[in-house]
């Protein structure tokens, strides 16, 4: 088994990951996300679901978006497709396999000895009781580099809990520290855990992946919804426990750097990063606020005094509208900038700018755009590597060609 040649699909493909082979056994978002990672820097990912429904997330919605009357009359899946599903499942291919049949666990060993990454997001202990402990799945293939996510972690007291990503949003503290108010904790506006534990799980498979350049030998990495949060805590992490204060949520201003959030002009709002002494000297006089007086001399100064250095800026700002204000704090260079909703960020042009928007042909919905990748790869002389994306796939898109491959199909 190969990765994709032209990144569509076929033998001998281009990119980081090139040589790459990963059998993604994960669901939900946070094992797919790191999937996608793997698959957008050029590996092959080949998405092994469940009969029938498929990854949890084609059922998540609404929004869900039907093909046309026009493409179902030409024989295209009249299935609804999750927007939910699109997000984070591009550059796989699908393939439908019962792993609690002799005939799916033979297609899975099979997958597992050509295969360099497995992925699995399993509840601890599942996939042993499938018959794929650690030790059966090192004999069938030492070179494997194994992820595994979890909620809270595979051991501990709670190594067996069960991780949805608000809820260890939550528990890991994050909610604390978010929202208008202490009064008021307020999850983060994406699935974060879930996508930070498979950002540091595809990290960590790439660590593994060189290690074994040297080694011969693959093995495991583990990470979870809580490590990844409790990993991204900070100065707020070093807060405690080195200061041993508590943060709490304080609505969009910064606490330790005054003045730095959301603020009020005559007819929107504008955000601020006055981050250093030489940006406050610049800062004050153009917007006519105290050089004098000692609650604003410094940042430690203004952040004990963080109430009335805001309320001074936002009474200079109320005079202003956005678009002239964001233009003199321009003027002025200070770092300054609105809150775009998402229809504004994926028509700004620097966004496109930067490839993070791909139009792609989807099997049932024919031509959609979906958010992109963040990373993008140059050469030396400034060449850049264009993934040839693949869109995400059809429940089951993929299997007969996989087991024919295999040599497991019915027929093969």
């Not at 018959?131 to 709670?158: K, Q, Y």
């Not at 993070?356 to 990748?373: F, Y």
């Not at 030396?380 to 994306?389: A, Y």
Request: negative net charge; glycine residues 12%; proline residues 8%.
């Amino acid at each position: 088994m190969t990765s994709p040649a032209d990144d569509a699909g076929k033998p001998g493909g281009t990119g980081p990951l090139a040589d790459i082979v990963v059998v993604d056994l994960t669901r939900a978002l946070a094992g797919p996300h790191a999937a996608m990672m793997l698959g957008d820097l050029g590996a092959r990912v080949i998405k092994v679901e469940t009969p029938g429904s498929g990854d949890d997330t084609r059922g998540w919605g609404p929004p869900f978006v039907e093909p046309d009357a026009e493409r179902i009359a030409a024989g295209a899946d009249p299935r609804p497709v999750s927007t939910y599903f699109l997000s984070c499942n591009r550059n796989k291919e699908s393939i439908v396999l019962d792993l609690k049949s002799d005939e799916g666990k033979s297609a899975l060993t099979e997958l597992i000895r050509r295969a360099d990454v497995l992925l699995e997001n399993f509840r601890p202990g599942v996939l042993d009781r499938l018959g794929f402990p650690l030790a059966r799945l090192a004999e069938l293939n030492p070179r494997l580099v194994i992820l595994s996510i979890s909620g809270f972690g595979h051991d501990g007291p709670e190594g067996g809990r069960a991780g949805y990503d608000q809820i260890a949003q939550g528990e890991a503290g994050l909610m604390s520290m978010t929202g208008p108010n202490p009064e008021t904790p307020t999850k983060v506006g994406v699935p974060i855990s879930d996508l930070l534990s498979g950002m540091y799980g595809a990290y960590g498979v790439l660590a593994k992946l060189h290690e074994r350049e040297r080694t011969g030998l693959g093995g495991l990495v583990r990470t979870s919804l809580l490590a990844a949060v409790v990993g991204v805590h900070a100065y707020q992490g070093t807060r405690w426990t080195v200061a041993g204060e508590i943060p709490k949520a304080e609505g969009p201003h910064h606490p330790s750097i005054c003045p730095y959030g959301l603020f009020h002009a005559s007819d929107g709002v504008v955000q601020i990063a006055v981050g250093s002494e030489g940006l406050w000297a610049r800062f004050a006089p153009a917007f006519g606020l105290p050089t004098d007086d000692e609650r604003f001399a410094s940042n430690p100064a203004r952040v004990r005094n963080g109430e009335v250095v805001r309320a001074a800026v936002e009474e200079a700002f109320s005079h202003w509208t956005t678009a002239d204000l964001l233009a003199k704090l321009s003027e002025v260079g200070v770092p300054s900038g609105e809150v775009k909703n998402l229809q504004q960020v994926f028509e700004w042009d620097q966004t496109a700018s930067q490839g993070l928007l791909l139009d792609l042909e989807h099997s049932s919905l024919g031509p959609i755009t979906i958010p992109g990748p963040p990373l993008r790869f140059f050469d030396t002389d400034g060449g850049e590597w264009k993934r040839n994306h693949l869109p995400p796939p059809l429940l089951g898109e993929h299997t007969d060609a996989v087991l024919s491959e295999l040599g497991t199909a019915p027929d093969a």
